[in-house]
Every structure is written in structure tokens, then in C-alpha cells.
């Protein structure tokens, strides 16, 4: 879109237009395959989850919920990748592809970085980032399968 | 109430919170997860699960349009989120451990992170020049980083360039930011807002946007260990996801039109409500005030 009047005086770094370029993309993206999938949900084809099920038990710890709707409790993101064919799984990819939108876009500033030293800086961001995607991953799977044994 | 009243009255909200984030320079969650836990039978697992999303899709969805109008900085996020995130990794690994070793130890933090923002909310209160602060010496760590920007700003009807300091100092506040960001799952704006604008002088808008890119960051990478809980449900997510997509599109609009000093005030009153809320809650949870 052209800049209007004073506007056309800003300038800004090719790093940051990457940025934003890829966040938006990827933003829309996420959007549609979690809405699209969510529609079919609330319209009640083919659930993981039944709504009046969701509506009866959404009081309860997540645990809880998933003991009483499912059987047993969630630790990992199986739930999600074992039940693509139902339309609230489906929905999680959408919720997937905004939760590495950010990682993406750091990565798009790299490319489009101006100086080594940004390069670098955004590089390590995203190297840290993936390391708490996995840290965070892991202490969710080992602390939900310990609490699993417990019970 | 049926089912479906409650996942319509969730969109109403996350729309309006949708149009106040932005302007604020909060993903929303601050606002999101306190009311939905005092109006809403959800439990508190999906309440934070569904918060993280929708702030960090409110986040994504105005982020990108701050940055085009040169109003969120990729240079200031950069050296920034080096630190915060390796910060929120042990702030998320230690909360772990203190919720497991010492049942009442996230309530003393509470009360703890209330009083720090009701410091920074009295900062706010009594600073003089927030809108646009005046840097009389800029650090040689953002002389050599070249930290520099530039906005149209409407209200002053000229471009506005600016530049940043104390990256020394705010390196290390916002290592304390992302730990507790990662301790408590926050995107944590309401902490960035203040180390951008009062610590690094960078102009209030352009600390309020640039904290935006920042929750993207801080909250995509929180959001994990909800989804490997289970603790998202789409029941719950998507109608948030949709309001506050919706409300902070128009919000995002609002924020670059927005006279700096209303945006203050918004600031202000988030962070005064945010202080409140956690000091309320820290005490409730050492059982010396009732529930929210």
C-alpha cells in the first residue's frame, strides 16, 4: 500500500518489514486452519471432544477434563496429531502455526538483516526459542507423567 | 446458562479487550484472565491456556502493522529478546519448582510482582516526560547497535525520530521481565512498557508497540506447555481468538491516531488493575482475603 503525505518520509529497515511480512502471512494462515475446522466443530461433525461433553466438564482441571471425557489424562501433543480426522484437533493446527508464527518471522529478519551483528543477535533469539519450545515441552510431558504414576 | 450464551458472551469481551490491548501495549491476557476467572465457569487451566492465545494472537495480528509504520522496532527487540528468553526458560523451570516445593511460595511472588507494578504504576504517575522522552547521552553499546527509528505521528502532524539508551540497564530489567514472564506464562507488557519507555527512553508509542512484538515472542514460547497439558480447548479458544482478532485490528488503528497522552492513562489504569488483582490473589492464596 502506497504511503500517504508525511509518511512517505518514514523509513524502515528491510529487517523489520521481513518481520512483519511473514508474522502477517503466517498469522492469516494460523487463523484460517483454526477457524475453518472450528466452524465444522460448533456445527457438531465429527468432534474429539462433543460440545455438550466440553460444556460438562470445562469446570474441571485440565487433567480432570480429560479423564472424564477421554479416559486419561494428556501429555504430549498426541491428542492433537492422533485425531487430525476430528474437526477440534484440526483446529489445534491452526493454534500450532500461530505458536511458531513469531519464530518464523525472527527467522525472516535474519535473512533480511541489515549487519552481522543483528544477523547474529536475531539468530541466537531464535536458537532460544526453540530451546524453550523444547525445555517448556519436556516439563510438561515429564511433570504430566509423573503426575499419571502418582495417581 | 446454555452452552453456546457463554461462548458468545466470550467473544463480546475478547472483542472489546481486542480494541483496548493495543492502544495499552498489553497482548490482553492481563485483562483477559482475571475476568474470565471472576464471570466464567471455565476452570483456571483453560482460562490461562485460552489467555496465552488470544494475547498472543492480539499480539500478531497488530504487531506487524506497528512495525510497517516504523512504530515497533526490530532493533530495540533483538538485543531484548536474547535475554528475556533465556530468562523466561529458568522463570519457567524454577516457578515449576516452587509450585512443587512450596505450595504458598507463588503467592508471596504475587503480592511481590503487585507491589513492583504499583511502584511502576506511581513512576508513571509522577515522571514528567513519558510521551516523548528526552535522551541527553546515548550508551556506546546502542551507539555501536545503531538503535534508531522513525514515525509519522498524527498528533503532532510530523515525522518523529528517535533513538534509545541504557541498554546496560534494561538488559538486565528485562531479564527480570521475561523471568517472570516465563514463571507465570505472561506475555508480560505491562513490564516491557516501562523498561522501553522510562529505562531506554524510547517514545511511549513506540515502547508500546514494540512490547507487542515482544509478547508475540514471550507468549508463542509460553503457550506450549498448555497445549501439552491439553489445557486448550477450541470450544473456549476460538471465539476469544476471534474477538480479539477482530477488536484489535481495529485497536491496532486507534493506537496510531491515538493521542500519546491517552495511551498513558490506559497504561497506567491497566497496570493499577493488574497490581491490584495479583496482590488480591497473592493474599487470597496465603488465605487473608476472599476469593475474586
Redesign the interface.
Known amino acids: 500500500m502506497e504511503k500517504k503525505?508525511?509518511?512517505r518520509?518514514?523509513?524502515?529497515?528491510e529487517?523489520?518489514?521481513a518481520?512483519?511480512?511473514i508474522?502477517?502471512i503466517f498469522?492469516i494462515v494460523?487463523?484460517v486452519l483454526?477457524?475453518l475446522?472450528?466452524i465444522a466443530?460448533?456445527m457438531g461433525i465429527n468432534p474429539y471432544?462433543p460440545?455438550?461433553e466440553?460444556?460438562k466438564y470445562?469446570?474441571?482441571?485440565?487433567?480432570d477434563?480429560?479423564l472424564n471425557v477421554t479416559g486419561r489424562?494428556?501429555?504430549?501433543?498426541s491428542?492433537?496429531f492422533d485425531h487430525l480426522d476430528k474437526?477440534?484437533c484440526l483446529?489445534?493446527i491452526g493454534?500450532?502455526i500461530?505458536?511458531?508464527?513469531?519464530?518464523l518471522?525472527?527467522l525472516a529478519?535474519v535473512v533480511k538483516a541489515e549487519n552481522r551483528?543483528?544477523r547474529i543477535?536475531?539468530l541466537?533469539?531464535a536458537l532460544?526459542?526453540i530451546?524453550?519450545?523444547l525445555?517448556?515441552?519436556l516439563?510438561?510431558?515429564t511433570?504430566?507423567a509423573k503426575k499419571v504414576v502418582k495417581k | 446458562m446454555i452452552w453456546w450464551m457463554w461462548v458468545l458472551a466470550l467473544f463480546f469481551m475478547t472483542l472489546g479487550i481486542g480494541i483496548v490491548a493495543p492502544i495499552a501495549g498489553v497482548g490482553g491476557g492481563v485483562l483477559f484472565t482475571p475476568l474470565t476467572m471472576a464471570f466464567y465457569p471455565f476452570s483456571t487451566d483453560f482460562i490461562r491456556g485460552a489467555g496465552l492465545v488470544m494475547a498472543m494472537t492480539s499480539a500478531l495480528s497488530s504487531a506487524p502493522h506497528f512495525a510497517k509504520k516504523g512504530l515497533a522496532n526490530l532493533r530495540i527487540l533483538a538485543p531484548v529478546v536474547v535475554v528475556s528468553i533465556i530468562f523466561s526458560i529458568l522463570g519457567g523451570i524454577i516457578g515449576l519448582w516452587v509450585t512443587n516445593a512450596f505450595p504458598q511460595g507463588k503467592s508471596y511472588i504475587k503480592i511481590g510482582l503487585g507491589l513492583i507494578l504499583f511502584v511502576v504504576f506511581l513512576v508513571y504517575l509522577f515522571s514528567k516526560r513519558v510521551e516523548f522522552p528526552e535522551i541527553r547521552h546515548i550508551d556506546p553499546i546502542s551507539e555501536k547497535l545503531d538503535i534508531h527509528g522513525m514515525w509519522y505521528e498524527p498528533s503532532l502532524g510530523k515525522v518523529v525520530e528517535y533513538k534509545t539508551t541504557n541498554l546496560l540497564y534494561a538488559l538486565p530489567a528485562f531479564a527480570g521481565v521475561g523471568f517472570i514472564a516465563g514463571m507465570f506464562g505472561l506475555g508480560a507488557g505491562w513490564a516491557n512498557v516501562p523498561v522501553l519507555n522510562l529505562v531506554m527512553g524510547a517514545p511511549l508509542k513506540v515502547a508500546t508497540s514494540t512490547s507487542m512484538m515482544i509478547i508475540t515472542i514471550n507468549d508463542a514460547a509460553a503457550c506450549w506447555v498448555y497445549m501439552a497439558r491439553g489445557a486448550m480447548l477450541a470450544m473456549i479458544i476460538v471465539p476469544s481468538v476471534l474477538g480479539i482478532t477482530i477488536g484489535a485490528r481495529i485497536g491496532a488503528r486507534i493506537a496510531v491516531k491515538s493521542r500519546p497522552k491517552s495511551i498513558k492513562y490506559l497504561v497506567m489504569a491497566i497496570m493499577l488493575f493488574a497490581a491490584v488483582m495479583d496482590i488480591w490473589k497473592g493474599l487470597h492464596g496465603l488465605g487473608l482475603a476472599p476469593p475474586i
Open positions: 503525505g508525511p509518511e518520509e518514514i523509513r524502515v529497515d529487517m523489520g518489514l518481520f512483519a511480512k508474522m502477517t498469522t494460523g487463523i483454526m477457524v475446522p472450528a466443530y460448533f471432544v460440545l455438550t466440553a460444556h470445562w469446570r474441571l482441571s485440565a487433567n477434563f480429560w489424562k494428556v501429555t504430549g501433543y491428542w492433537i474437526t477440534d483446529s489445534m493454534v500450532l500461530l505458536m511458531i508464527t513469531p519464530l518471522s525472527i529478519g551483528t543483528y543477535l536475531l541466537i533469539a532460544e526459542f530451546a524453550s519450545i525445555v517448556k515441552s516439563v510438561a510431558v511433570s504430566g
